[in-house]
């Protein structure tokens, strides 16, 4: 892995011409690092290594400054380090570079060595790694990330994510996948068993098990990804001109940490106001006792905890108000009831003109009937054949009906006032 191999004798040639040029000086160029290398410690955590150059003189302070370049772009991660080693995060969908040299610090007679490089190419077909990863951790519960297939993938191709954290034995595989409409989805939980403020960043690889698809590593902070679950359980109650709505707290997150947005509107269109506030209850005062009121809320994680930005979902919304809602409900019990004797009224109608068309070309219309009024009809036949009786009896049917039809209504409204 040491690029100096094949272009080491030119390179030495010239760095023993520089040295000899600042020695003049009055400089000293100090030998670089040698047998740079690197090694995965986790699913996207590169260790790099190599070994201390030898013939430093003791004065010097000898650390080692190191550089990260992806895609040929400097990634301004400058670090110095005694050890000789760094520990870094990686991508794997894009080349990386890493260099090193050796610095005497706070001495001002020797000159840095020359950068080492060595790197590590992207495996697998470009455009093909999982692209526009979201992650969000909802609820402190669980995490749901979703991702994109890269514009080369074959269609059909699975994505597999793995993830680690500082305090996992071993990379763990997510296995609640979904994919709707080209998006994958996964889910993991991620829950921490103390409550705290800081949580460890959490590494997550995407990959297929077919070599030309390009692994792509992300590293998330948790904290940022913090979406409150929904506001449940909201009541309402109303004691004179004040209405006071109270919802459920979060059973994960602390209390102190989150604050609730809640918004409100009159009418069906009227106006919307808005009320933030500290705790899982608000009351809004000198309202107007003949307008209904419609309210929603949702949960906002506080800056003060966690540096995320994603507000909870709406919660469903209430109402409350007399009048509208009143009024409501008397359409409700005036129009059903209606609406089914109408209807009634029509179908008989029909049903009768039916009738009229077709019982003439038939000799026996029992079978007709029969097959009009079912079983109904059966213990009535089985004493006459006499087409007057079975028309009696279907005058006593219709009339059955009518008056059922009529009644129908007063039940109603009957009922409703036994209601109230
Ligand atoms: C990286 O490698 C060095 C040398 O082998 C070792 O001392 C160090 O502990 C390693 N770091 C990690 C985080 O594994
Ligand atoms: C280090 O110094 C020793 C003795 O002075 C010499 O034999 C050796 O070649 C030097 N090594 C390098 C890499 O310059
Ligand atoms: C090194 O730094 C010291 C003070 O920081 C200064 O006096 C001295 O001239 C410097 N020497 C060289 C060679 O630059
Ligand atoms: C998988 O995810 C769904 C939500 O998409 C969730 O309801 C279910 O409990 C999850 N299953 C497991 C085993 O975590
Ligand atoms: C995630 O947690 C839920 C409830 O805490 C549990 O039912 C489910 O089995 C867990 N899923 C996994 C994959 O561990």
């Not at 209405?243 to 809640?262: G, M």
Request: proline share 7%; hydrophobic share 35%; net charge negative.
């Amino acid at each position: 892995m040491d690029p100096a191999g094949p272009a080491g004798a030119g390179l030495r040639r010239l760095l023993l011409a520089l040295c000899c040029a600042l020695a003049a000086a009055g400089a000293k160029v100090l030998p670089p690092p040698s047998n740079l290398d690197f090694s995965f410690v986790q699913i996207c955590t590169l260790n790099w290594t190599w070994t201390a150059p030898e013939n430093v003189s003791s004065s010097c302070d000898l650390e080692y400054s190191s550089d990260i370049v992806i895609n040929e772009v400097p990634q301004d991660k400058r670090k110095w380090s005694k050890s000789p080693f760094r520990v870094t995060d990686t991508f794997l969908n894009e080349e990386m570079r890493f260099k090193v040299r050796s610095e005497c610090k706070y001495d001002n007679t020797s000159e840095p060595s020359r950068w080492v490089e060595t790197s590590v190419p992207p495996k697998g077909i470009p455009g093909t790694a999982a692209v526009d990863l979201d992650c969000v951790w909802h609820n402190l519960e669980y995490m749901a990330c979703k991702w994109l297939a890269g514009k080369n993938a074959r269609s059909g191709t699975k994505y597999t994510l793995f993830y680690w954290y500082d305090g996992l034995k071993s990379p763990e595989k997510c296995n609640n996948y979904s994919i709707h409409e080209g998006i994958f989805e996964c889910i993991f939980n991620l829950t921490f068993p103390k409550v705290t403020n800081t949580y460890p960043t959490i590494s997550i690889l995407i990959k297929d098990d077919s070599e030309e698809i390009r692994p792509v590593c992300a590293s998330k902070n948790p904290t940022t990804l913090v979406k409150p679950a929904t506001p449940k359980a909201v009541t309402l109650s109303k004691i004179n001109d004040e209405i006071h709505l109270e919802w459920s707290k979060s059973d994960t997150i602390p209390a102190s940490c989150l604050e609730y947005e809640v918004e409100y509107h009159t009418g069906d269109m009227g106006t919307t106001w808005t009320i933030e506030g500290q705790h899982n209850h608000i009351s809004v005062s000198a309202v107007d006792p003949n307008t209904k009121y419609t309210f929603k809320v949702r949960a906002k994680p506080k800056s003060a905890c966690y540096s995320s930005k994603l507000s909870s979902d709406w919660s469903e919304e209430k109402s409350i108000g007399e009048k509208p809602d009143s009024t409501f409900y008397f359409v409700l019990i005036i129009t059903i009831p209606l609406i089914v004797a109408v209807s009634t009224i029509i179908l008989l109608f029909y049903l009768k003109r039916l009738k009229i068309l077709i019982l003439p070309p038939i000799p026996d219309p029992r079978e007709i009937l029969k097959r009009m009024f079912g079983e109904q009809n059966e213990d009535s036949q089985s004493g006459t054949k006499d087409d007057s009786v079975n028309a009696y009896n279907r005058l006593i049917k219709e009339e059955e009906i009518h008056s059922l039809v009529l009644t129908e209504p007063l039940e109603c409204s009957y009922s409703e006032n036994e209601k109230r």
